[in-house]
């Protein structure tokens, strides 16, 4: 294996306040009630949060009325789309400084945030800009209304991504929105507050709660609430809409995965590989389309472990701030003792562990990349969400048994397939259960496209002319 | 007093500002019939290369992304905001319209541009029948089991 010369991003590059009040009707709040975030790759204090009570969430969502009923909603969809469009580019300009407070905060590799995270950040806003005064081509006819005051809840995996899959597609439409960023990875969404008041945006079209899930709940439940977004777990997307379920709440649900990836024979196997790489490593797995479950055909599985452990050997894992970094921290304490259970319960069951050497820095939270193999569909690790850096090895033999394999769990988020034979890619995607399929790659996303998820994935869509949707009455 | 730099107007084709190559200019006059500037009168030959280097961008501009194409229609909208003074004296020189008239037609120049950049990557969604980045494979899919509930008693109609 090369050895690589430390390449750290500087951290200067950012500079966070000691403490942070939460973000209503423009400005920010005193910091109160606070808990403490940190770098989850060196357990290092960042900054104080605030914690968000009942009386913060009434403000804020009191800001976001008042923003909806005098100003947002009374702006024309051009101005609107300007608005937007400035913090587009304004995302573009403080771009590598974002990249490196999401590294520092939420653990991931610099090249992932700088090179995927926030450029699609800058793409999301400046596509559902361009919605924004085009709202009569969205398919419901002439002047389709806004909900009002959205709540938003987003998790830790992709912070200020999500924050914009939420935020962009219910400015455009016309909605003022509550956001709550997850309690470990509050910092990029309080960045974003200070775009928005670079950007000028009127005071309380967007607010920014921090806090935990009791702050979340609160939210949710607030009675001036028109509309839910929530990407996050089953179990908790379970919680809300029960919490919602009788009132005039309409909601987007995007939730937990476990998509099967796809290996035919006939595939190119090196580039499979690499797809399956991508597909369960990136985000150190922390992806909720995550391709977890590689299903691989009989014929070619020993051949294609053998170059999958291979590859496997040359993955870095380490500082995130390093520029060669392939697998960064993992987000918290909590995650990494979950990722241990269901390994642990997964080899029990019978699955067969093995993961390279690779080096583990002292501090912070860290889980190799790791292979468990001779999994039955039974398996915990074959049925249940991991979360992480963590990729089950089944096999079939017919289209038919794949589609059955692949089919056979509660998620129907995405699935990937890998062959040369065309019929086949075709076939296959309309058999599978599954939002997304992707077909000879992995993980790709763009604004254009809706993602969302079949079954326990959750309901509604995020992206391109069906995320709009969720954001305009008269749509489902 | 310092003397006034005056503009050159001149063609543009392919990237470049070239005179005509028939050497010919013909006169601008503003509002009033005075004279504004000399201005390249395009040639046959002009038009034509004009035309071949149109043909020679256009695969390249049809085969950059929709994302790409949106960007540069609105950094033109950028760069007009930032020069709006110059169009609107132009404007006036040229037509004889209030501040206000000329203002409002730079407006609507810039609106027009970034209404236009929004479009590049929402065409297919709205007129087409596919996203521009998935691949033509997904058709819409029943939610397969629906649980249908209906009230026990109900009021009968007849």
Redesign the interface.
Known sequence: MFEYAPAPESKDLVKFQDSYGHFIGGKFTKPSATYQTINPATEQYLAAISHGTAKDVDAAVKAARNAYEKTWSKLDG?TR??YL?RIARIIQERARELAVAETLNNGKPIKETRDVDIPLVA?WF??Y??????LD?A?LGPNPAAHGVAAQIVPWNFPLMMLAWKIAPALAAGNTVVLKPAETTPLTALLFAEICQQAELPDGVVNIVTGFGDTGAMLVDHKDVNKVAFTGSTDVGRLIAKQIAGTNKKATLELGGKAANIVFEDAALDQAVEGIVTGIFFNQGHVCCAGSRLLVQESVQDVLLKKLKRRMETIRLGDPMDKNTDIGAINSKAQLTKIEKLVKQGVKEGGERWAPNCPMPKNGFWFAPTLITGVSPANTVAREEIFGPVLSVMTFRTPAEAVAKANNSPYGLSAGIWTEKGSR??KL??QL?AG??W?NTYN?F?????FGGFKESGYGREG??HGLLSYLKGAN | MRLEVKKTYKLFIGGKFPRSESGRVYKVNDHKGEFLANVAKASRKDSRDAVVAARAAQSGWAGAT??NR??IL?RIAEMLEGRREQFVEEIRALTGKTDKQANLEVDQAI?SF??H??????I???AGNM?????P???SQPT?QPALLQPLRRKRRL
């Open positions: 051009a789309g300007k469009y793409s400046f596509y800009a361009g919605w924004a005064d085009k081509y398919g890619i075709l995607a309309d259960n997304v399929v077909a790709q763009d604004p254009a496209s809706p391109g002319r | 929709a994302y949106g960007q609105y609106d970034v209404w950049a929004g479009w590049t990557d929402k297919e969604s709205v996203n521009p980045v998935a691949g494979f997904l058709t397969s």
